[in-house]
């Protein structure tokens, strides 16, 4: 069973995704492309690369989340260490950490450069807050003059997980080609968490087929649910206010979308009030997260066909194209 899967993004929240992943597994899918957001990037890394299920758990199992929390001491002074690492590094949190665990993950199954891998095989997404558009990575990585094929794949999970005031941006500088006659400070371009733009790129493969002419590949979303079960967010100053804004941004973002036309394609799955930016998360919330992704795609697999999804596509089709029919015509001013 061949299919398309994208991951959504969520902080630690993406610990589920590996669950689901499970499950996709155990019914028989088989991953033709991969894309993700954020956490969601490192899952569909993750499986680009060659890793089953099993192993995404026992590398989440042993992995100490909070440890991808690095700063220098001149920065941890309580309340002044923080802030002052805001305004200069613009990010509480550097991504270099992240950035070297998900590099060594990769590299023990040869993965280094998007080259490594067959062409199209893992999309990630970015937000090129500079120009105000969103990135496809690796394609779109040739708009600052840089060689898709060359670029790494940890850099890019990076750049689609540095969530915006948490982690610092990754800041991109043109080619000599591209900077040439610029001013310096306007060869460089930063990028932050896909999520600010599209945390749920369900787009990405849409209409893609087996062959020319061939069948339609259906693509799968893994989308954590249950936002809101947690503790509201409490703003007590300038750095929790920001939080509560990023963590706002990242869980609202396609809801709309998602429910109205693509129930049919989406695996939800419960996160159990668990926050994004929850780092400092316990053995037991980690495995309980695991195990929600696990029975949110056993559920959704067990009810699953290409047949079923071929019918609802078509139906979705249909639905879009009554709508355009009957949107009213603009009146003149």
């Not at 597994?25 to 993700?36: E, I, L």
């Not at 002074?77 to 060594?104: C, D, M, N, V």
């Not at 999309?123 to 670029?151: E, Q, Y």
């Not at 954590?224 to 079960?229: A, F, L, Q």
Request: proline residues 6%; glycine residues 10%; positive net charge.
């Amino acid at each position: 069973m061949l299919i398309n899967g994208v991951f959504e993004g969520g902080g630690v929240k993406g610990i589920s995704l590996a669950g689901a992943v499970q499950s996709a597994q155990d019914y028989g899918a088989q991953f033709n492309r991969v894309a993700g957001t954020s956490s969601g990037s490192i899952v569909a890394a993750l499986i680009a690369a060659g890793y089953r299920a099993e192993e995404m758990k026992s590398i989440i199992e042993q992995t100490p989340f909070a440890s991808l929390l690095r700063r220098s001491p001149i920065f941890d002074t309580r309340w002044i260490g923080p802030a002052a690492r805001l305004f200069l590094k613009k990010g509480l949190y550097s991504g270099e950490a992240l950035e070297s665990w998900i590099g060594t993950m990769l590299k023990q199954k040869g993965i280094r450069t998007f080259g490594d891998l067959p062409q199209g095989k893992l999309l990630i997404t970015a937000s090129d807050i500079s120009n105000g558009t969103i990135l496809v990575l690796p394609d779109d990585i040739r708009r600052f003059g840089i060689d898709p094929d060359k670029f790494e794949v940890a850099k890019a999970v990076r750049m689609s997980c540095s969530i915006p005031y948490f982690f610092d941006p990754v800041v991109i500088r043109k080619s000599p080609v591209m900077s040439k006659g610029m001013r310096f400070p306007d060869q460089f371009v930063y990028i932050v968490d896909g999520g600010l733009l599209s945390n749920f790129p369900l787009w990405l493969f849409d209409g893609e087929r087996t062959a020319r002419g061939g069948d339609i590949i259906p693509v799968v979303g893994f989308k954590m649910v249950g936002k809101t079960e947690g503790e509201p967010s409490r703003v007590k100053g300038p750095l929790s206010m920001l939080q509560a804004l990023v963590e706002t941004m990242l869980t609202a973002h396609d809801e709309r979308y998602i429910e109205q036309i693509n129930r049919f394609r989406t695996v939800k799955i419960p996160t159990l009030g668990i926050k994004p930016t929850q780092f400092n998360l316990s053995v037991q919330d980690s495995t309980a997260l695991y195990l929600s992704g696990v029975a949110a795609g056993t559920e959704f697999f067990s009810h699953w066909s290409t047949k079923l999804y071929d019918e609802q596509l078509e139906k979705q089709k249909r639905e879009q194209r009554r709508k355009l029919t009957q949107t009213p015509p603009l009146t003149p001013v």
